[in-house]
């Protein structure tokens, strides 16, 4: 009990630093007239009116910045009372006041339930005096103190743990009231703070003035935006999340392949390697097939790059141009559709099975077929002058036959989408042309 009251004489000394205000009144800003009008928690109990004056400084300043020097009169003849009403919740209080005397003083402290403590101080002559009421609702306790000086230590009632109204009253002599002061001191487990500050005051590990220590179930800086857990708020706790620093990854999470995170939490599903055929993704060109992988043979005209080397041909071997499904020779660069057809030698060059050998060999004689492709019409150029032409499908069937006459130019009538040749008679150069076009609509 005394390190109790020890504290709150500290408090009581030096109530800016140990003590959190619950009010404070000076009268500065009253006007004159009934207390009772001017602010509805203080009450007039008596028929006469407290009122609110200005003394002109016969009372110790409440305050430096205090420049009314205003005070409640008791002074009449007749018995004059008030209260100021407050409401506390904690357990340790200094009720601090000054006053100029000319008689006595009563002061009266009352708790919700009717329990009270009435200090009765009668004096002859007049002077200032500083009283303070030192409340301990622990161990039921109060002190009085006087000009600095402790003139009373009585026990409370065991039901008295609060204070709800202050009274002041003239019944044992005529004062004035210069201010009022009611402060909260409570600090039970003694860190330095105050219960009102203090999330648990039992807990002197617990304060605004520690740092939190993550996943203890506590809130060791009393400020619930200090997260205890889930600490990257995703809604999982650390003990279910893998990573309580990245609220991108939690068991609620989709696994995001190739990122190097364990984004569900689940070691069980892959972020590499998916196929698992011992090569990861940097090394792997497809990682959803474990039969492609730097370390299988290349499979030809699977359209797989099975060996994960372009350099290594899966189709087009010969690199002319022309994969497998086009090309009839993919292992001949001079045999595909693109290629020119050599008459008379056996082989397909261009790809379109027909061998030139079908017809004469062109000789003595050079032409132009123009357009090519052409859509309705050929222009048939030629340094020598061509009689007639006939005209062939791929099948080597006579499909039509041309005189030429002299625009050289032959309109393909009934003639539909294909590939066609074309045979070209000059008696001029005794030669004769065979040559390829396309008719495309």
């Not at 408090?11 to 205000?21: D, G, N, V």
């Not at 201010?179 to 002197?204: F, K, M, P, Q, W």
């Not at 599903?269 to 492609?292: F, M, R, S, V």
């Amino acid at each position: 009990m005394k390190n109790v009251l020890l504290f709150c004489a500290l408090c009581l000394l030096h109530p800016s630093i140990f003590s959190q205000q619950i009010f404070f009144e000076d009268f500065d800003t009253y006007t004159l007239g009934p207390i009772g009008d001017q602010n509805p928690e203080w009450v007039n109990l008596s028929n006469a009116q407290v009122n609110v004056k200005i003394d002109g400084g016969n009372f110790v300043n409440c305050s430096g910045s205090d420049n009314q020097n205003a005070y409640l009169s008791f002074e009449s003849a007749d018995f004059e009372e008030c209260k100021r009403i407050v409401s506390t919740s904690y357990s340790n209080f200094v009720l601090d006041m000054k006053a100029t005397l000319n008689s006595g003083i009563s002061v009266k402290i009352v708790d919700t339930d009717d329990f009270a403590f009435e200090y009765l101080y009668e004096f002859d002559g007049s002077g200032n005096f500083e009283f303070a009421f030192i409340l301990d609702f622990v161990y039921h306790q109060i002190q009085v103190i006087r000009n600095g000086v402790t003139v009373k230590t009585d026990n409370l009632p065991a039901g008295f743990n609060s204070i709800d109204e202050i009274h002041f009253n003239n019944s044992t002599g005529k004062f004035k009231l210069g201010c009022v002061e009611l402060s909260d001191v409570t600090d039970v487990d003694g860190d330095g703070y105050l219960a009102s500050n203090d999330c648990d005051d039992n807990d002197a590990n617990i304060n605004p003035g520690k740092a939190e220590i993550a996943y203890n179930g506590k809130d060791d800086d009393c400020n619930p935006a200090t997260l205890d857990d889930d600490l990257d708020q995703d809604g999982y706790p650390k003990a279910t999340d893998c990573n309580d620093d990245d609220a991108d990854i939690n068991p609620g999470k989709a696994e995001i392949a190739y990122n190097g995170k364990d984004d569900d939490c689940n070691p069980a599903t892959l972020d590499d390697d998916l196929d698992q055929d011992g090569y990861p993704k940097a090394t792997d060109c497809n990682d959803d097939d474990a039969d492609i992988n730097p370390g299988k043979a290349e499979i030809d005209y699977n359209g797989k790059d099975d060996d994960c080397n372009p350099a290594t041909l899966d189709d087009d071997l010969d690199q002319d141009g022309y994969p497998k499904a086009t090309d009839c020779n993919d292992d001949d660069a001079n045999i595909n559709p693109g290629a020119a057809e050599i008459p008379g030698n056996s082989i397909d060059e261009n790809c379109d099975g027909i061998l030139l050998a079908e017809f004469h060999q062109s000789t003595k004689l050079f032409v132009e077929l123009i357009p090519n492709p052409t859509r309705d019409y050929l222009e048939i150029k030629s340094s020598s002058k061509i009689d007639y032409v006939k005209i062939y499908n791929i099948a080597g069937s006579e499909v039509s036959s041309y005189k030429i006459n002299e625009s050289n130019i032959i309109y393909l009538k009934d003639i539909r989408e294909g590939i066609y040749f074309i045979h070209a008679f000059s008696s001029e150069s005794s030669g004769s042309y065979i040559g390829k076009f396309v008719v495309n609509y």
